[in-house]
């Protein structure tokens, strides 16, 4: 595996310059740039008090919600945006959850060779892998999908059943992926297990049955609100890694871009081992908007309105890991004494439904220094992240023109304005230099469907 596929991108807090403040994010329905900087004037006005602005709540017994805005106060009478992030961090993985995981593969023509005899062998170390306490099924699609193995428990004779219908699978035809979805969520969906997670691999664009990428994500949604999570594996340079990204998102799981079939095992890997030791599951998260205050441009999650509540899915969150959204609010020119923020955050554990929900505060002034002064550093990081993750999927966007030169232009400008601002905050190093060396690998790509990849792969990780 390149570092092209292995290095993630920044993350952190920030208190950065203009230049840095100034990406672009395309995510959502508005670009999304981080809030314009305020020169720090010296001001005798005693500082806001952030801990209204940002918050920390206990989500059942192995989870925290933490919620902020990327400003404790905010200017009088004037329209300005008030960045909103939202994070789930798992605390503690619950025990005894038995999984219902269906592997989802892709043997049209384009898998013939390598990436198919690959693809088969990690199937093999997956299925050997599942505890007795799992059920699995397998699905294939080509021209026409199928389920080739229904749901059944993946004891010693389940296992067996499923090598053997491996062994049998060959690589020929079309690619029916929207077929092939559908019959896999199917699948997972009638389980009784706590655990529902579909493996979608494939290496091309669809070809058969319904293409349309509207309708493909409609299907993902679909498994979102059944509780199915999917997780999606493009393979190769011909992967439609911008849709598959797409469907990831929309069904709270996770993208990853594999260069050939021999990435496909340790994917896989990830896979069991985060499914393995979740801490809560199916999360959503509702943002209720001030009144006169309008939705901008949302990272990490395909927002749905509800009147003046905004939900957004995370879906699964295992142990040490966290999830984020980022919601940017328009506020009104309006003469009030505050703004009030709602949140909310839904999960299940075990077979428990657990929830949470707090209140936001952003207080109002006139004096500029106190506006600046009261900015939130992490969710001030957080902003930038979104905005870089989109300045990255515009990388990617280049590459798949064919534009290789735009594509590595755009990949240098966030690596130089990453550098500065690790410069002036030491905690953004770390992923800042990760970036350098992606940029680094880029530079050398010479296959631009890999580097749109590659690229669409980052930015996933960088929103989320």
Known sequence: MSKLERYGLLGGCFLISAAVLALPMRTGPAPYTPPDPVPPPVSPHVPADPSRAEISLPLGSSAVLRAGLSQAVVA???????????????????????????????????????????????????????????????????????????????????????????????????????????????EAARSGAPIHRVVLVSDG????????????????????????????????????????????????????????????????????????????????????????ATLGATSGAIPEMQGRTVWARVGDVAAGDRRHVMFRVHLPAENVSGWSFAVHAVGRQSSTTVDTDGTLLASVSDDAAAVARSRIEWVMGQ????????????????????????GVLRLREVANKMDEAARKQPALAPKARALRLFVDDADKETDPGMAANGATARAFDLAQ
């Open 76 to 186: 009088r009478a004037t329209e300005q945006v008030v960045d909103v992030a939202m994070e789930v961090e798992g605390t503690r993985a619950q025990s005894g959850q038995s999984r219902a995981l269906v592997l989802c593969l892709d043997r049209s023509g384009s898998m013939a060779g390598r990436n198919m005899d690959q693809a088969l062998e990690s199937a093999r170390w997956f299925i050997r892998s599942l505890s007795e306490d799992d059920e699995l099924a397998l699905v294939s699609f080509s021209t026409r999908p199928g389920v080739d193995l229904p749901l059944t428990r993946a004891d010693a004779a389940g296992k067996a059943a499923a090598l053997a219908v491996v062994d049998a699978m060959h690589a020929r035809g079309g690619t029916h992926l929207h077929g092939g979805l559908s019959l896999a969520v199917a």
């Open 205 to 292: 664009v669809p070809t058969e049955g319904d293409v349309r990428a509207a309708s493909i994500l409609s299907l993902a949604g679909e498994a979102a609100s059944q509780g199915v999570t999917v997780t999606t594996l493009g393979v190769g340079s011909q992967a439609p890694g911008g849709l598959m990204e797409r469907v990831a998102v929309a069904a709270g799981g996770n993208f990853r871009f594999i260069r050939d079939g021999a990435g496909i095992r340790e994917a896989l890997q990830a896979e069991l081992n985060a499914s393995g030791r979740l801490a809560v599951r199916d999360v959503r998260v509702r943002l209720a908007l001030p009144d006169g």
């Open 383 to 406: 902003a930038l992240l979104a905005a870089a993750a989109t300045e990255v999927k515009a990388a990617a966007e280049a590459y798949s023109r064919g534009d290789s030169g735009g």
